[in-house]
Protein backbone atom coordinates (compact mmCIF):
# COMPACT_ATOMS: atom_id res chain seq x y z
CA UNK A 1 0.00 0.00 0.00
CA UNK A 2 2.61 2.39 0.72
CA UNK A 3 3.91 2.15 -2.71
CA UNK A 4 0.49 2.80 -4.40
CA UNK A 5 0.48 5.98 -2.31
CA UNK A 6 3.82 6.95 -3.44
CA UNK A 7 2.84 6.29 -7.12
CA UNK A 8 -0.42 8.43 -6.37
CA UNK A 9 1.09 11.46 -4.56
CA UNK A 10 3.63 11.52 -8.03
CA UNK A 11 0.82 11.57 -10.18
CA UNK A 12 -1.01 14.15 -8.12
CA UNK A 13 1.74 16.53 -7.92
CA UNK A 14 2.28 16.28 -11.51
CA UNK A 15 -1.24 16.72 -12.33
CA UNK A 16 -2.98 19.33 -9.69
CA UNK A 17 -6.59 19.01 -11.46
CA UNK A 18 -6.35 15.80 -10.16
CA UNK A 19 -5.29 16.24 -6.60
CA UNK A 20 -8.24 16.88 -3.97
CA UNK A 21 -10.11 13.27 -5.70
CA UNK A 22 -7.13 11.47 -5.43
CA UNK A 23 -6.48 12.67 -1.71
CA UNK A 24 -9.94 11.83 -1.18
CA UNK A 25 -9.39 8.06 -2.31
CA UNK A 26 -6.60 8.24 -0.26
CA UNK A 27 -8.33 9.41 2.92
CA UNK A 28 -10.91 6.22 2.37
CA UNK A 29 -8.52 3.62 1.17
CA UNK A 30 -6.66 4.79 4.68
CA UNK A 31 -10.00 3.78 6.37
CA UNK A 32 -10.91 0.67 4.47
CA UNK A 33 -7.55 -1.16 2.96
CA UNK A 34 -9.67 -2.68 0.10
CA UNK A 35 -11.15 0.29 -1.14
CA UNK A 36 -8.44 1.49 -3.89
CA UNK A 37 -8.57 -2.70 -5.12
CA UNK A 38 -12.66 -2.70 -5.34
CA UNK A 39 -12.79 0.72 -7.47
CA UNK A 40 -9.78 -0.59 -9.20
CA UNK A 41 -11.45 -3.85 -10.36
CA UNK A 42 -15.17 -2.02 -10.52
CA UNK A 43 -12.89 0.40 -13.38
CA UNK A 44 -11.37 -2.89 -15.09
CA UNK A 45 -14.73 -4.61 -15.68
CA UNK A 46 -16.46 -2.09 -16.66
CA UNK A 47 -13.61 -0.88 -19.27
CA UNK A 48 -13.38 -4.54 -20.25
CA UNK A 49 -16.98 -5.08 -21.12
CA UNK A 50 -16.44 -2.38 -22.88
CA UNK A 51 -13.36 -3.41 -24.87
CA UNK A 52 -15.18 -6.78 -25.70
CA UNK A 53 -17.55 -4.51 -27.62
CA UNK A 54 -14.94 -2.83 -29.33
CA UNK A 55 -12.74 -5.38 -30.34
CA UNK A 56 -14.47 -7.77 -33.62
CA UNK A 57 -13.25 -10.20 -34.95
CA UNK A 58 -12.22 -8.18 -38.23
CA UNK A 59 -10.09 -5.49 -35.62
CA UNK A 60 -6.50 -5.66 -35.74
CA UNK A 61 -4.73 -4.89 -32.16
CA UNK A 62 -1.67 -3.15 -32.08
CA UNK A 63 0.84 -5.87 -31.12
CA UNK A 64 1.45 -3.30 -27.67
CA UNK A 65 -2.34 -3.29 -27.23
CA UNK A 66 -2.69 -7.02 -27.07
CA UNK A 67 0.50 -7.16 -25.39
CA UNK A 68 -1.38 -5.16 -22.40
CA UNK A 69 -4.22 -7.07 -22.32
CA UNK A 70 -2.51 -10.36 -22.08
CA UNK A 71 -0.49 -8.89 -19.35
CA UNK A 72 -3.37 -7.74 -17.18
CA UNK A 73 -4.82 -10.88 -18.10
CA UNK A 74 -2.48 -12.90 -16.71
CA UNK A 75 -1.85 -10.49 -13.15
CA UNK A 76 -5.55 -10.74 -12.62
CA UNK A 77 -5.42 -13.87 -12.78
CA UNK A 78 -2.63 -14.56 -10.39
CA UNK A 79 -4.59 -12.49 -8.05
CA UNK A 80 -7.85 -14.37 -8.75
CA UNK A 81 -5.89 -18.02 -8.22
CA UNK A 82 -4.32 -16.99 -4.48
CA UNK A 83 -7.42 -15.16 -3.33
CA UNK A 84 -9.47 -18.62 -4.49
CA UNK A 85 -7.12 -20.68 -2.89
CA UNK A 86 -6.62 -19.42 0.57
CA UNK A 87 -10.22 -20.27 1.31
Given at each position: ????????????????????????N??????????????????????????????????????????????????????????????
Amino acid sequence: MDKLKAALVRVARKHPELRQAMMDNLREADLDGNYMSRQGLSKMAEQAQELMGMITEDKVLEDWMEAKIVRAADMLSSVYDSMKHRG
